[in-house]
């Protein structure tokens, strides 16, 4: 991506620059956050046309309600620290005619966003491929930044993962293992007591839910592998994970279980049960994390619902 499009700080070396750890690592008081997901430019009218596997050649409609999104962001008060799109950041795959345009013009539309708001991103399926190669991971992290990476915001650590990396990673093992071990380095340190950073709570944001309802439910293309989704909620239960983001399902689900919250976001872009396009509010307290899904045009005029608001002046 060539530098005058270089409208975030990108994350680089597993570290996201827009948030650092030193002074971002001391709590700090309550804050907010906006979890988005699935903006998939191209995605509504190739649903429309049944015609999911194609690239879709249309894509004005998610333009328009991506620049909503960040409209209605742009207005909260007070600001929030930053907001992440849980991946399926465009719907056309790695290497097929539509890629470009979409990534192109999703950048454009998130150019409006006010500078305070640093800008997260997760890579997603569409992103990657659903069999993602070291190819189209290169790709994505020369057009969006690294595909995992963590960084520290008013006291909280967040861990941003590939999640294609545990559904299949058949064509490129050796990057799954380099994950595998980061992230065992990640959560043992936000665990250990001779840290020098204790985290007031961890929070992960991936694509692909751990699970829609129950971490039981069966095998589907909407969650991880029973095998690969038992061994994730043992390893962040014990690292204390508050909660785990996500999108990918484009409807709102999820659940919470032993402690943990998997939340799992509706999209901003096409919407396939009976959500409306929003985006998710999480509000950061001493003791919780507290999120709400709020529809683009609730957010727009009405901001913040009035109880969430209230957490933020405690």
Not at 32 to 46: H, R, S, V, Y
Not at 65 to 88: I, S, W, Y
Not at 109 to 134: C, R, Y
């Amino acid at each position: 991506m060539a530098e005058s499009d270089d409208i975030f700080l990108r994350a680089k070396h597993r570290i996201y620059t827009g948030l650092t750890e030193d002074p971002e690592s001391v709590w700090n008081g309550p804050f907010c956050f906006i979890q988005a997901a699935d903006p998939q430019l191209g995605l509504m009218k190739a649903w429309r046309d049944g015609d999911c596997d194609g690239g879709g050649d249309e894509w004005a409609e998610e333009v328009e309600l991506t620049k909503r999104a960040v409209e209605a962001v742009n207005q909260l008060r007070p600001r929030p620290r930053f907001m992440v799109l849980c991946g399926d950041l465009v719907h056309a795959m790695p290497d097929t005619p539509y890629r470009g345009g979409q990534e192109r013009d999703l950048k454009a539309a998130l150019k409006g966003t006010d500078p305070s708001i640093p800008l997260v991103f997760v890579s997603g399926n569409h992103d990657l491929g659903n069999t993602p190669t070291p190819s189209t991971v290169e790709q994505y992290c020369s057009a969006w930044g690294d595909d995992y990476f963590s960084f520290w915001v008013g006291g909280v650590l967040c861990l941003v993962l590939n999640s294609q990396l545990f559904y299949d990673d058949s064509a490129c093992p050796q990057l799954k293992d380099a994950q595998e071990k980061w992230l065992e380095e990640q959560l043992s340190r936000s665990s250990s007591s001779s840290s020098s950073m204790v985290p007031k709570h961890v929070l992960v944001f991936q694509h692909i839910p751990l699970y829609l309802k129950s971490p039981d439910e069966e095998d589907d293309y909407f969650n991880l592998q029973k095998g690969v989704r038992q061994s994730l909620l043992d390893r962040f239960k014990k690292a204390g994970v508050k909660a785990v983001f996500s999108g990918h399902y484009h409807r709102n689900a999820g659940g919470c279980h032993g402690g943990l919250d998997m939340v799992v976001s509706s999209a901003i872009g096409c919407q396939l049960g009976d959500d409306t396009h929003g985006v998710r509010v999480v509000v950061v307290t001493a003791d919780s994390v507290i999120h709400r899904y709020h529809s683009l045009e609730q957010l727009r005029t009405q901001g913040i619902d009035e109880d969430l608001r209230k957490l933020l002046q405690a």
